[in-house]
C-alpha cells in the first residue's frame, strides 16, 4: 500500500539547524513535497523534489534518494515563525490515478 | 490573481442534511483536489480531478460526489451530512497530473451536529 513516515515532534532552538525525515512506500511516484501548516491555517508549499539531490530554497532545503525511497527537509536559521507543522507527499500513480498521500505531519517547536 | 478560494469558511449542518463547498482557482491550474484534515492529523484525498469532466476518487471518498465542468471550479457535495464529516476541508490545485506543487484554500471548517 502506500505510506509515509514521518517523526511526529522535534524541538530545536531558535539559530540551529534541523533535519525533518520522511520515508515513504508507494506504487508508483512522481516527486516527494513539503508543506508547512501553522495552527488554523492552510498548507502552503515549500518544495519539491522529482529527481535525487538537492534543492535549495532560501534557507528551507529539499533532499530525495529514489533509490531510499526517502527525502528530508532542512530547515537553518531557524526562526520563532517556522514553529509550524511540516508535511511530506508523494503523488502517487501506482493504480493508474494520480494521488496526492500526506504524512501524518511533523510538529516542530522552536525554542527562543 | 485570487489563486484557490473557498466558500463558505465556516458551517454548521445538521445531521442529514447536504450542501455544497465551493472551490475556485484562477491559475488554469489543470490539476484540482478536495483534502479533509481531522484534528492533529494530516490530510486525506478525499476526491481529486485531473481536468474538467475528469473526477476520480481520492482515500476516503465515501459520503462526498465532486464534479468538474470547467478547468475554474470545483465543487464538493454532502449528501447527507454526518457528525463523522465534521472537519476541515481544504481544496488545492497544481498546474498538471503530474507536477506536485499544490496551492491550498484556505478552508472551510464544518461542523455536523
Known amino acids: 500500500g502506500q505510506s509515509l513516515e514521518q517523526p511526529s515532534e522535534v524541538t530545536a532552538v531558535e539559530g540551529a539547524i534541523v533535519q525533518i525525515n520522511c520515508t515513504y512506500q508507494t506504487s508508483g511516484f512522481y516527486g516527494l513535497s513539503w508543506y508547512q501548516q501553522h495552527d488554523g491555517g492552510a498548507p502552503t508549499f515549500l518544495s519539491y523534489n522529482a529527481l535525487d539531490g538537492l534543492e535549495e530554497t532560501g534557507r528551507f532545503s529539499s533532499f530525495l534518494s529514489r533509490s531510499d525511497s526517502y527525502g528530508y527537509l532542512l530547515l537553518q536559521e531557524l526562526q520563532m515563525k517556522d514553529s509550524a507543522s511540516y508535511f511530506c507527499?508523494?503523488?502517487?500513480?501506482?493504480?493508474?490515478?494520480?494521488?496526492?498521500?500526506f504524512g501524518a505531519g511533523t510538529r516542530l517547536f522552536v525554542k527562543a | 490573481n485570487a489563486g484557490v478560494t473557498q466558500t463558505p469558511k465556516f458551517q454548521v449542518l445538521k445531521t442529514g442534511q447536504s450542501m455544497t463547498l465551493q472551490c475556485a482557482q484562477d491559475?488554469?491550474?489543470?490539476?484540482m483536489s478536495w483534502y479533509r484534515q481531522d484534528p492533529g492529523m494530516g490530510l486525506r484525498l478525499i476526491h481529486y480531478?485531473?481536468?474538467?469532466?475528469?473526477?476520480d476518487q481520492g482515500e476516503v471518498p465515501n459520503g462526498y460526489n465532486v464534479s468538474r465542468s470547467t478547468t475554474e471550479d470545483f465543487p464538493l457535495r454532502l449528501l447527507s451530512a454526518a457528525p463523522s464529516q465534521t472537519s476541515v476541508y481544504f481544496c488545492?490545485?497544481?498546474?498538471?497530473?503530474?507536477?506536485?506543487?499544490?496551492?491550498f484554500g484556505p478552508g472551510t471548517r464544518l461542523t455536523v451536529l
Open positions: 488545492a490545485s497544481s498546474p498538471d497530473r503530474s507536477t506536485d506543487t499544490q496551492y
Open positions: 480531478s485531473v481536468g474538467a469532466g475528469i473526477t
Open positions: 507527499a508523494v503523488r502517487d500513480t501506482g493504480t493508474g490515478g494520480f494521488k496526492t498521500i
Open positions: 491559475m488554469n491550474h489543470e490539476y
